[in-house]
T-cell receptor
């Protein structure tokens, strides 16, 4: 069965480059979340979409981070002018209902900034 | 601000033992609590979700309890197996605020020795 799919699985970029991370949620899932997981830590919330609307972006660490979900399905997290502290695993999760039920996670994108 | 703590940070047990993982949270106004498993280099697999009105949930050898008033949850694993080795994460979802983002603990890294 199709789960949450993220690409690429691994991304290496030089400091200052822009990167784009993609998330394909489970078909029909209304809610989509992005999380950032540093090594040895639990995931931390970045931003939340309900269909195409970005309802919460309070977790984005700076204005270099931008996320979109223009058609209410696939989402892209973009990081501009990357810095070393952006190195982390970026996880995407989706859930069927806006405010209830379990969140289903993808395998994440491991981003390394050199 | 909600904070989630997991104790112990790491645990090593021989195969066959029953074990308990602990999770505590500072704000009892939660919507639900979810336990996840994370294997190295992988995303999160949902194990159990307990709604705030529930006291426990069971799935196979796993049993999760919730005491909302005291801000605690436990994950009980019966007859542990080497395949249970992974990091176990606890996450809560608050009422209000963002519609559904999870707040995670740092996890307990479990190693089950054959």
């Amino acid at each position: 069965g199709a789960g949450v799919s993220q690409s690429p699985r691994y991304k290496v970029a030089k400091r200052g480059q822009d990167v784009a991370l993609r998330c394909d949620p489970i078909s029909g899932h209304v809610s989509l979340f992005w999380y950032q997981q540093a090594l040895g830590q639990g995931p931390e919330f970045l931003t939340y979409f309900q269909n195409e609307a970005q309802l919460d972006k309070s977790g984005l660490p700076s204005d270099r981070f931008f996320a979109e979900r223009p058609e209410g399905s696939v989402s892209t997290l973009k990081i501009q002018r990357t810095q070393q502290e952006d190195s982390a695993v970026y996880l995407c999760a989706s859930s069927l209902l806006p405010t209830a039920g379990p969140q289903h996670f993808g395998d994440g994108t491991r981003l390394s900034i050199l | 601000k909600q904070e989630v703590t997991q104790i112990p940070a790491a645990l090593s047990v021989p195969e066959g033992e029953n074990l308990v993982l602990n999770c505590s949270f500072t704000d009892s106004a939660i919507y639900n609590l979810q336990w996840f498993r994370q294997d190295p280099g992988k995303g999160l697999t949902s194990l159990l979700l307990i709604q705030s009105s529930q006291r426990e949930q069971t799935s196979g050898r796993l049993n999760a309890s919730l005491d909302k008033s005291s801000g605690r949850s436990t994950l009980y694993i019966a007859a542990s197996q080497p395949g249970d080795s992974a990091t176990y994460l606890c996450a809560v979802r608050n009422y209000g605020g963002s519609q559904g983002n999870l707040i995670f603990g740092k996890g307990t890294k479990l190693s089950v020795k054959p």
